[in-house]
């Protein structure tokens, strides 16, 4: 089959990986930058160009697409998706999990664990606003922070308050959630490739770090997932319309708590935790499901 990654870094780990393990299958793998795709999309026969020239019918893409691109890179899925290739995850979902809010909301009508999330941009009464979630501690994530930054535990009502009134002076929007205590600063990484979890580790925060990002000096280790995690991380992906994701978990006394699905998760630290071809897996996925047009809305909202 001939698969194209899009992906901005051909030196990063995960997109190697994935090269290097569809041409131990056989296959042939281009990497294509997404930013220097350009389109022409009012032609009845849509196409992709590339340096100057068409690019070939691909059986499959693996998009591979930052949170700084996704408008971008979207958009250059869709075009891949109009043209009848395969998209391992599609346009539509990668977009609808860049966005936080939208994914709470989903995951929280289908009845996925949460912890407890109150979204505001303008909150009239924020005493308020840090009650409802059952009161300090607290996390106050801004919206469009990643690996960690961004992210604030607040002791005190009166720190949240603060913390609150200064996110709020930058214009920013900000999620105010329940600080899951009982996770001890970790947190569990389920790897999902069609429908399955093929692979999870526990991150472990930094002494004294209650965030377990590897970014920020957390450790990882293998981990036993209990079923209702693994069902917890399936349905997850599913409710996101994910082929290939990154399910975040938090252990709590409730069960386990979905916080983040990633649709470009990295491979790096899981295969190095788990010792598995997790690259190897999305090629097989691949194989089994890249038929042309066969790229699909799926999941809702
Ligand atoms: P990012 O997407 O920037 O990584 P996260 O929402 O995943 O931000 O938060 C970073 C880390 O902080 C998580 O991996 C987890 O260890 C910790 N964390 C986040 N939210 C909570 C929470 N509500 N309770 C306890 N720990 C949390």
């Known amino acids: 089959m001939k698969i194209a990654i899009l992906s901005r870094n051909a030196n990063l780990y995960s997109t190697r990986r994935l090269k290097e393990a569809g041409e131990a299958m056989g296959h042939e793998v281009d990497i294509i930058d997404t930013l220097h795709c350009y389109m022409d999309i009012t032609s009845s026969r849509p196409t992709v160009r590339y340096h100057g020239k068409e690019l070939p019918m691909y059986d499959a893409i693996i998009p591979r697409i930052g949170a700084s691109v996704t408008f971008y890179g979207t958009a250059v899925a869709r075009q891949f998706e109009m043209m009848g290739t395969f998209n391992v995850n599609e346009s539509v979902a990668i977009s609808r999990s ?132 693994r069902e917890t991380a399936v349905n997850a992906a599913k409710i996101m319309g994910l082929n290939v994701c990154g399910v975040d978990l938090l252990r709590s006394q409730n069960g386990p708590m979905v916080m983040e699905v990633n649709s470009s998760p990295g491979l790096e630290g899981i295969e190095n935790a788990t010792g598995k071809d997790v690259a190897g897996m999305v090629i097989e996925f691949i194989e089994k499901n890249a038929k042309l047009h066969a790229t699909k809305t799926r999941g809702k909202g």
């Open 98 to 229: 860049r966005d936080k809010l939208r994914s709470l909301q989903l995951l929280s009508r289908r009845g996925i664990g949460l912890p407890r999330t109150g979204f505001a941009s303008k909150p009239d009464n924020i005493k308020d606003l840090i009650k409802n979630v059952g009161g300090a501690p607290v996390v106050i994530k801004l919206l469009e922070g990643t690996q960690g930054i961004g992210v604030v535990l607040a002791d005190t009502a009166k720190a949240a308050e603060a913390i609150i009134e200064a996110f709020m002076g930058l214009k920013a929007n900000i999620l105010v959630q329940e600080f899951i205590k009982e996770a001890g600063g970790a947190d569990i990484r389920c790897l999902v490739v069609g429908g399955k979890v093929v692979a999870a580790m526990k991150r472990q925060g930094a002494e004294g770090e209650f965030r377990s990002n590897l970014h920020r000096g957390g450790s990882a280790e293998v981990i036993k997932l209990t079923k209702q995690e």
